[in-house]
């Protein structure tokens, strides 16, 4: 079973893993039990067929950047009497969120009284 979601952070690098895929290195802020910021990694796996179509290389553009990453959580289990381990693999390319301006108000016409 996979629950796709999204994780937003800082990217912090693209690695080669021992897999022949990659794997993104994400930095997210998050509060600690008395309120305390304390840095979250994430490594989202990026598959080798992802890395044969050269996804991974989107990604580099945005190192040391905010990004917001696509991704699929899933639970690998090795063996079964092994401990469960979830996984984050990357399901798409990089969204970034851009800045809107607000537009400056148009002039209303008066109105004339009669």
Do not use: C
């Not at 092994?82 to 984050?88: A, F, I, L, R, T």
């Amino acid at each position: 079973m996979s629950i796709p979601g999204i994780i937003d952070g800082v990217l912090v690098a693209v690695e080669e893993n021992k897999w022949g895929g990659f794997e993104l290195q994400i930095e997210r802020e998050a509060l600690d039990g008395k309120g305390r910021k304390i840095s979250l990694f994430t490594d989202v796996r990026v598959a080798p067929y992802q890395v044969e179509s050269g996804m991974h290389n989107a990604y580099r553009a945005y190192i040391g950047k905010i990004v917001f990453v696509p991704v699929q959580f899933s639970i690998y289990q090795k063996d079964k009497g092994s401990k469960p381990s979830e996984q984050v693999q990357l399901s798409g390319l990089p969204m970034q969120i851009q800045r809107a301006v607000p537009a400056p108000a148009a002039a209303q016409p008066a109105l004339k009284q009669a």
